[in-house]
């Protein structure tokens, strides 16, 4: 089992602290692919979010997209040629944070999976709004861990699971995988 404590405002102790701009972070999160519902003109098609609000979403998790366009398509009754889409991450979080200016008329959201997200949700909940940040209607996880850093690199994983095997495959032992990791929201 893992604990997990707040991402600090302040960087962990030994990342290089010079800021990224937003082209930089949209840049980096671009290697990650995220999922949506389109139509046949690549369209997003407007589903529901997790707390069932209708919105246009993007999905880290492939099978909650897939549940989306299944949803979809019965909503559509054949009417309408719907399919998953691949967007990279960066794209997809300057869209739902407003950083890119979008024509939709429906809110923008990216969805974490849930999996992963409900059982932290009221932790990311709570770090936001010590930011002054407002937590809105969506929240996406991230996790790292100080052992796994550099100077110059700060490896970022959208699980806990998937910060796990990437310390297997660094060549540590399992017994020696920290206790505590860091959670923060994406934003």
Do not use: Y
Not at 68 to 94: R, W, Y
Not at 105 to 130: C, E, G
Request: aromatic share 6%; proline share 6%; with cysteine.
């Amino acid at each position: 089992d893992f604990r997990f404590h707040l991402g600090s405002v302040k960087a962990p102790s030994r990342m290089d602290t010079s800021k990224l701009s937003r082209a930089e972070v949209v840049e980096k999160l671009n290697s990650v692919p995220c999922f949506t519902v389109v139509n046949a003109q690549k369209q997003l098609v407007p589903t529901h979010d997790a707390g069932g609000l209708e919105c246009c979403c993007w999905f880290s998790d492939p099978a909650e997209a897939k549940g989306a366009l299944a949803i979809s398509k019965d909503l559509c009754q054949g009417k309408m040629d719907v399919h998953l889409g691949v967007t990279p991450l960066g794209e997809a979080f300057a869209n739902a944070t407003g950083w890119k200016l979008t024509n939709s008329s429906l809110p923008l959201r990216l969805q974490a999976s849930q999996a992963v997200l409900q059982p932290i949700d009221s932790i990311l909940k709570q770090q936001l709004v010590a930011q002054g940040l407002e937590p809105g209607t969506w929240r996406f996880p991230v996790f790292f861990c100080d052992e796994l850093q550099s100077k110059r690199m700060l490896p970022i994983f959208l699980s806990r699971s998937d910060l796990a095997a990437a310390w297997a495959a660094s060549g540590k032992s399992e017994a020696a995988l920290p206790a505590d990791v860091t959670v923060m929201d994406l934003r």
